[in-house]
């Protein structure tokens, strides 16, 4: 028996997006395992990383290399 259904007439978004999410994973459902374990750590890296550089820089720190910019580098 086979246990995908689509229906032809979603009746909205939500539908949508639950007809697409179960034609990848009829597809790609491997892909998408394999690709979530390697991805998903990276991304989270990613982000934190990011949020922590920022963080850094607000409290006044500079990465080594950066230059001081004056208010007189800029142009007017």
């Not at 998408?32 to 990383?49: C, D, H, M, N």
């Amino acid at each position: 028996m086979n246990e995908f259904r689509l229906e032809l007439r979603p009746r909205n978004a939500l539908d949508l997006i639950d007809a697409s999410v179960r034609l990848y994973r009829r597809h790609f459902g491997s892909l998408l395992g394999i690709s979530s374990l390697l991805l998903v750590p990276f991304g989270v890296t990613y982000t934190l990383g990011g949020f922590f550089y920022y963080a850094a820089l607000d409290r006044g720190w500079r990465p080594v290399g950066c230059p001081r910019f004056r208010r007189s580098t800029f142009p007017r």
